[in-house]
């Protein structure tokens, strides 16, 4: 619950809020989405020292913290009247979303539970949290018409206020249970950053977000741009909850018959074909639902995918640490994909370059996982005695 108010609230809501704030600060798409860079920025440069601290402490007082925080910051958001003002308060957002959303909910999730009910946790947490968009999306659209976005505004902080906040300072426990171990002994951090499947499985992770942020944010205004209604296009875009639960449930169905990458990779690369031929059907009605829903099946599978592989690879002692490390290069893309994504459709370009880079970004994505496919070692147990292959 907490998962789905936040990233309604702190994420989402940005892309409704992009063009009425552009014309009621006087300020260029581009320019409001560098706000949105900034906050998502701030988030990447507190992953590690947030998953430290996740490792030590567990999550009850940071997420806590971290709800109220991002309450009082849409609250303040609502007052800015100046550029620079929007991006002191987005920088803030960044920190409450680093200390109280998905990867601090993991760390919690795999530090709290054993190897053979994390999968089944991690899914309903990200079941749950998967309908952010698809209440949000609409919801926040609907308040923006009927009362402006400086009142949606106060009315979402409000909501942020109601329900995260004392959800996190009751339900979490105050310390965390020790870890639940591995097997192996706990892997070197120096061994961690030399691995090649690492850096593949980053790559791939990387380039999945960036494609996701671009869409995230410019989906809407795409739409808009093609001709069609505000309401169409944030009722569009909010589909992407229902099909990134939708996503989840058949990857892990899939996955009880075949390996996690394969399946991963294939659904990466349906996300870039549905991306690279939106341009090319986008003002249809119907066919842009058709392509956004192929876009979106994927939506939310590395959400699952990432911290599962990791966690089979390496010790969960560290999970939290080495989750951060990789958060770094994926938070970055997730900055700064909107702001590029903005400035090729403001140069020339426009949004059928946009998205058919997000179409190669998906290629590169299934590519990299599909490299890092023989490097990630099975979650299977070898049989007491079984000689491991050199």
């Not at 002191?88 to 920190?95: C, F, M, R």
Request: glycine letters at 10%.
């Amino acid at each position: 619950m907490t998962q789905t108010v936040g990233y309604g609230t702190l994420y989402y809501a940005f892309a409704v809020f992009l063009v009425p704030m552009a014309a009621g600060l006087h300020a260029s798409t581009g320019a409001i989405t560098g706000a949105f860079t900034a906050s998502v920025l701030t988030s990447a440069a507190l992953a590690v020292p947030v998953g430290r601290w996740l490792d030590r402490h567990g999550g009850r007082a940071l997420m806590t913290g971290g709800s109220l925080l991002g309450a009082i910051l849409l609250a303040a958001w609502s007052q800015v009247h100046a550029l620079w003002q929007l991006y002191l308060v987005e920088i803030g957002i960044g920190a409450a979303a680093a200390a109280s959303l998905y990867e601090a909910a993991f760390a919690v999730i795999i530090a709290g539970c054993p190897p053979r009910r994390r999968p089944a946790a991690l899914l309903t947490l990200t079941v749950v949290a998967g309908f952010a968009s698809t209440v949000f999306l609409p919801l926040t659209g609907w308040l923006v018409h009927a009362y402006g976005w400086r009142t949606a505004l106060l009315l979402l902080a409000t909501i942020q206020a109601g329900l995260t906040v004392p959800l996190h300072a009751v339900v979490l426990r105050p310390a965390p249970s020790p870890p639940v171990r591995s097997p192996r002994p706990a892997t070197p951090l120096r061994e961690v950053f030399t691995d090649r499947a690492f850096w593949l499985l980053t790559v791939a992770f990387t380039a999945n977000t960036a494609a996701v942020a671009v869409v995230t944010v410019h989906l809407v205004a795409a739409l808009i741009g093609w001709g069609h209604p505000a309401t169409f296009a944030a009722t569009t875009a909010g589909l992407f909850g229902v099909l990134s639960v939708t996503g989840r449930l058949v990857t892990t169905g899939l996955q009880r018959r075949y390996r996690t990458i394969p399946v991963v990779a294939a659904i990466f690369a349906l996300q870039g074909l549905a991306a690279a031929l939106l341009p090319l059907v986008g003002r249809d009605g119907t066919l842009a639902v058709l392509a956004v829903v192929g876009f979106g099946l994927g939506f939310g599978v590395a959400t699952i995918a990432k911290p599962v592989l990791l966690a089979e690879r390496y010790d969960t002692r560290r999970y939290a640490t080495i989750a951060g490390a990789m958060v770094v290069p994926v938070t970055v893309a997730k900055a700064t994909a909107p702001l590029g994504a903005a400035w090729l459709a403001s140069s020339g370009g426009g949004y059928a370059a946009v998205f058919a880079g997000v179409g190669l970004a998906g290629l590169l994505a299934a590519t990299a996982l599909l490299a890092a496919r023989d490097r990630v070692r099975p979650s299977r147990p070898r049989r007491p005695g079984a000689k491991a292959r050199r």
